[in-house]
């Protein structure tokens, strides 16, 4: 399975933006996804899951402000982020596992190539 995200951009602090991950090579309707980022000089931080039922689980850092779907219909997940923070600036990978929907980065084993978001104040 290959990821490929889009969506970033740049926009400022209070705007909108959608993330899509769209997976190639198979289905991943029974795989479990999710959303990293990683802004300079930081350490990877979990953003988003959603399990294959569908069960989502959310960093602390976008509870509220950040939701991550999924149709399975046409191979992609999405992450839309509203009122958006500089914060939020960072690169936004999105990966899958069969067997994990957690918050730890090292058991997703397949990742897209992050796409740049960035927020101005």
């Known amino acids: 399975v290959q990821l490929q995200a889009s969506g970033g951009g740049s926009v400022q602090a209070g705007d909108s933006l959608g993330l899509s991950c769209t997976a190639s090579g198979r289905a991943v309707t029974r795989d479990n996804m999710a959303w990293f980022r990683r802004a300079p000089g930081k350490e990877r931080e979990f953003v988003a899951s959603?399990?294959?039922?569908?069960?989502?689980i959310y960093g602390d850092s976008v509870k509220g402000r950040f939701t991550i779907s999924r149709d399975n219909t046409k191979n992609v997940m999405h992450l839309q982020m509203n009122n958006l923070k500089p914060e939020d600036t960072a690169v936004y990978y999105c990966?899958?596992?069969?067997?994990?929907?957690?918050?730890?980065?090292?058991?997703?084993?397949?990742w897209g190539q992050g796409t740049q978001v960035t927020v101005s104040s």
């Open positions: 959603i399990s294959w039922r569908g069960t989502t």
């Open positions: 990966a899958y596992s069969q067997s994990y929907s957690g918050i730890y980065g090292r058991y997703y084993l397949n």
